[in-house]
T-cell receptor
Framework: DTEVTQTPKHLVMGMTNKKSLKCEQHMGHRAMYWYKQKAKKPPELMFVYSYEKLSINESVPSRFSPECPNSSLLNLHLHALQPEDSALYLC??????????FGPGTRLTVL | GDSVTQMEGPVTLSEEAFLTINCTYTATGYPSLFWYVQYPGEGLQLLLKATKADDKGSNKGFEATYRKETTSFHLEKGSVQVSDSAVYFCALRKEDYGQNFVFGPGTRLSVLP
C-alpha cells in the first residue's frame, strides 16, 4: 500500500461549526504532515508529527488542532474557522526524511 | 534562509515541444532536490528526485540533474503531451533539517494539441 488517503474530499462548514479532517497511511512512515494550499500557491507547512509527537507547529492559529492517535492516522480538528481558511488541506507522510507522499487533499470551504 | 526559485509561468507549449522549467535554490550544505507535479483538483505527486550533486533523476520522460556549481535542478522533457498539463513544484529538503521541505512557487504548464 503506497497511498495516503484523506477524508472527506470536500467539506463546507460554517464559522461556528466543529469538523475534523482525517488522513491515513499504511506505509510505516513515522513522519506525517499537514499543509494548507491556497489557489495558485505552493503548499504551506502547518504541522509535523514525528513518531506521533508534534515536532513542528508553524505558528498556526489555535482554531486548527492536530492530533496523531497512532502511527497511521493523523487528524486535523477545525473550530471557529474564518472564510480565509478556505483552501485545499493536504496530508503527507515520509520515511526518515526522504520524499514526502501526499494525499489527494480535502477541499475546505468556510461560509 | 533556504529558498527555491522557479519560473512561474504560465508556460504554454504545443504538443511534442521541448520543455524546460528552470529551478534554482539557495541552501547551505547538501540538500536533496525534488520535482513534484500537481494535476487539477489533486494532491502533489513525486515526479523525480536527486540526493547528491551530479545525480540525474528521471521518470515518465522527465529528467533533472542536480548541479551544485550552479545551484540548479532544471526540469526537462523532450516531447510534451497534453496530459502533462499541470503545475510543477521544485522543492528541497535540507540534509540536516529534519523533514521539512521548502517548495518553489510552482510553474503552471499548459500543453495544447
Amino acid at each position: 500500500d503506497t497511498e495516503v488517503t484523506q477524508t472527506p474530499k470536500h467539506l463546507v462548514m460554517g464559522m461556528t461549526n466543529k469538523k475534523s479532517l482525517k488522513c491515513e497511511q499504511h506505509m510505516g512512515h513515522r513522519a506525517m504532515y499537514w499543509y494548507k494550499q491556497k489557489a495558485k500557491k505552493p503548499p504551506e507547512l502547518m504541522f509535523v508529527y514525528s513518531y506521533e509527537k508534534l515536532s513542528i507547529n508553524e505558528s498556526v492559529p489555535s482554531r486548527f488542532s492536530p492530533e496523531c492517535p497512532n502511527s497511521s492516522l493523523l487528524n486535523l480538528h477545525l473550530h471557529a474557522l474564518q472564510p480565509e481558511d478556505s483552501a485545499l488541506y493536504l496530508c503527507a507522510s515520509s520515511h526518515e526524511g526522504n520524499e514526502q507522499f501526499f494525499g489527494p487533499g480535502t477541499r475546505l470551504t468556510v461560509l | 534562509g533556504d529558498s527555491v526559485t522557479q519560473m512561474e509561468g504560465p508556460v504554454t507549449l504545443s504538443e511534442e515541444a521541448f520543455l524546460t522549467i528552470n529551478c534554482t535554490y539557495t541552501a547551505t550544505g547538501y540538500p536533496s532536490l525534488f520535482w513534484y507535479v500537481q494535476y487539477p483538483g489533486e494532491g502533489l505527486q513525486l515526479l523525480l528526485k536527486a540526493t547528491k550533486a551530479d545525480d540525474k533523476g528521471s521518470n515518465k520522460g522527465f529528467e533533472a540533474t542536480y548541479r551544485k556549481e550552479t545551484t540548479s535542478f532544471h526540469l526537462e522533457k523532450g516531447s510534451v503531451q497534453v496530459s502533462d498539463s499541470a503545475v510543477y513544484f521544485c522543492a528541497l529538503r535540507k540534509e540536516d533539517y529534519g523533514q521539512n521541505f521548502v517548495f518553489g512557487p510552482g510553474t503552471r504548464l499548459s500543453v495544447l494539441p
